[in-house]
């Protein structure tokens, strides 16, 4: 099952306990305690693995290791051990108590999330030439204690949206290679899916149903993965009785969600146009193209095709980097 979102509570270790002891050896009396280690830090880094917030699911609170106390022989405790959490690349840490956001963009990108304890003195940090034998020692800090929400935001250039059936899945399949789950009925994709063509990152997004922004069908779970996309390519297929009226919808509920949504680039592809007759085909790509001119039509089954769609979509892109 594909996590996107988790909610967890994190806790950085307690430092140590500063000690009071003193030389045992005559004519060597003196303090010799020691302080108490650091508590461990949490850190979280990006990995390229979208699965990466599976395992929050079922385990919600999270320790880095606490500092051993200070020893009598003026030797400091151990530190804590950091702990790091990793989180896929497009997650964002949404810090529930302070307010502040954390943007997790590359793989291998470590945060500093949760700060562990100071260790705390012992006495023979408080020696002195007016107190040569001090009873003072310190508790160590507890450490950073925080409430996160993480939610994922896929990290692709180019991001497939549509009705369902719209034939996106298929069209992932031949432009990337990938094997993503199809079949001729709604809701076939129940998470989104990516695919490398060339290099080029494509997001296939669960298809979107009129109220989806308000929590209708599966995709207002998915929408917030296409705010980071550079290209949006509409799909709509070529079965469809009022192209222009399934484009409207989908376009009304990017809007709702997101009025920035609407301001990306966007092309339209015409699938599935090995259904059409040539004069049907003429007409509903004059449909399409008088509602955006950045239009193609294209059939998986047509190689040429897809090599054309290729093309077009690393020439837009590159005109929007």
Not at 34 to 40: I, N, S
Not at 101 to 126: C, H, M, P, S, T
Not at 251 to 276: A, M, Q, S
């Amino acid at each position: 099952m594909f996590t996107d979102e988790a909610r967890i509570r994190i806790s950085a270790g307690r430092g140590g306990n500063g000690v009071v002891a003193f030389d045992k050896i005559k004519m060597s009396l003196g303090p010799t305690g020691g302080c108490g280690g650091d508590g461990g830090d949490i850190y979280f880094e990006g990995v390229t693995n979208l699965s990466a917030l599976n395992k929050y699911r079922h385990k919600r609170d999270y320790y880095a290791s606490d500092g051993s106390n200070g020893k009598s022989d003026k030797s400091d405790g151990i530190s804590g051990k950091d702990f790091i959490l990793t989180v896929p690349i497009g997650s964002v840490i949404h810090n529930l108590d302070t307010k502040k956001d954390i943007d997790i963009k590359e793989a291998g990108q470590r945060i500093l999330v949760a700060k562990g304890g100071k260790g705390g003195r012992g006495n023979f940090y408080f020696r002195s030439s007016t107190n040569t034998s001090p009873q003072e020692k310190e508790e160590g800090k507890p450490g950073q204690e925080f409430n996160l929400f993480i939610e994922l935001r896929l990290i692709a250039s180019i991001g497939l949206v549509g009705l369902p059936s719209a034939g996106k899945s298929s069209l992932l399949n031949e432009l990337t290679a990938t094997d993503v789950k199809v079949g001729a009925y709604h809701f076939t994709t129940l998470e989104p899916n990516l695919g490398s063509m060339d290099g080029t990152i494509i997001a296939d997004i669960p298809g979107l149903i009129e109220g989806a922004s308000e929590g209708k069908g599966l995709g207002m779970k998915f929408l917030r993965h296409i705010q980071r996309t550079k290209v949006l390519a509409h799909c709509i297929s070529s079965e469809a009785e009022n192209p222009e009226e399934d484009y409207r919808i989908i376009r009304g509920e990017l809007e709702k969600f997101n009025p920035d949504l609407i301001k990306k680039k966007e092309i339209i592809i015409l699938t599935k146009t090995d259904l059409l007759d040539e004069e049907s085909l003429k007409g509903k790509t004059k449909e399409l193209k008088s509602i955006n001119p950045d239009m193609i039509a294209v059939s998986i089954h047509d190689f040429d095709a897809i090599e054309r769609l290729k093309s077009y979509l690393v020439e837009e892109l590159a005109r929007v980097e």
